[in-house]
């Protein structure tokens, strides 16, 4: 069955230290993996997108790398900005193939 | 790029009546919009899959008679929660299938049913 998980549930970080975030997962033929970021009573927006080991994508403080099994999303010298939930969300080539199957979030809160 | 909106952002009905929410893409076309709902410091539970000219596919355990969804268009599509009651108030949110295959969300709709 197809699964991510998430981890840590919850980061909190001192403005400045850098830290990186997982998503473990488990999917039949990966068609893509997907980060976003969701602001308190808003919906998520979108980040980054792997499809393949070893591919790593940038923005700003944040990188996302890809392995077979995992991917980290990479916070470098975070701001308090950078507060917010980061959700892992992946795309499997079974069934429904344009549905993404997520994990539950890891929630940061970087202290000034 | 790749904008998605949602109206209303926040609706308050009675018990008993139906509420329509609005998902539009507003600068590129999408087959395929996505309904979720998510309750507080939970993760999204995706409700249907909805395809422009086709019925929509519903989850497991979602009620297709309760929250109907219309996809008339490539860039409209509509989520009605039938005879609304206090269990449905939730955050609902829709994504559009856009540019790069990704979904793109709208910023949520908050229900709350009195």
């Known amino acids: 069955e197809d699964q991510v998980t998430q981890s840590p549930e919850a980061l909190r970080l001192q403005e400045g230290e850098s830290s990186s975030l997982n998503c473990s997962y488990t999917?039949?033929?990966?068609?893509?993996l997907f980060w976003y970021r969701q602001d308190p009573g808003k919906g998520p927006e979108f980040l980054f997108t792997l499809y393949s080991a070893g591919e790593e994508k940038e923005k700003e403080r944040l990188k996302a790398t890809l392995t077979k099994k995992e991917s980290f999303l990479h916070i470098t010298a975070p701001k308090p900005e950078d507060s917010a939930t980061y959700l892992c969300?992946?795309?499997?080539?079974?069934?429904?193939?344009?549905?993404?199957?997520w994990g539950l979030g890891t929630s940061l809160a970087v202290n000034p | 790029g790749a904008v998605v909106s949602q109206h209303p952002s926040r609706v308050i009905c009675k018990s008993g009546t139906s509420v329509k929410i609005e998902c539009r893409s507003l600068?590129?076309?999408?087959?395929?919009m996505f309904w979720y709902r998510q309750f507080p410091k939970q993760s999204l539970m995706l409700m249907a899959t909805?395809?422009?000219?086709?019925?929509?596919?519903?989850e497991q355990g979602v009620e297709k008679d309760k929250f109907l969804i219309n996809h008339a268009s490539l860039t409209l599509s509509t989520l009605t929660v039938t005879s609304a009651h206090p269990e449905d108030s939730s955050f609902y949110i829709c994504?559009?299938?856009?540019?790069?295959?990704?979904?793109?969300f709208g910023p949520g709709t908050r229900l709350t049913v009195l």
């Open positions: 909805s395809n422009e000219g086709s019925k929509a596919t519903y």
């Open positions: 969300a992946v795309r499997s080539n079974a069934g429904n193939n344009r549905k993404l199957i």
């Open positions: 600068d590129f076309q999408a087959t395929t």
């Open positions: 999917v039949s033929g990966l068609r893509g």
């Open positions: 994504s559009a299938n856009g540019p790069g295959d990704t979904q793109y």
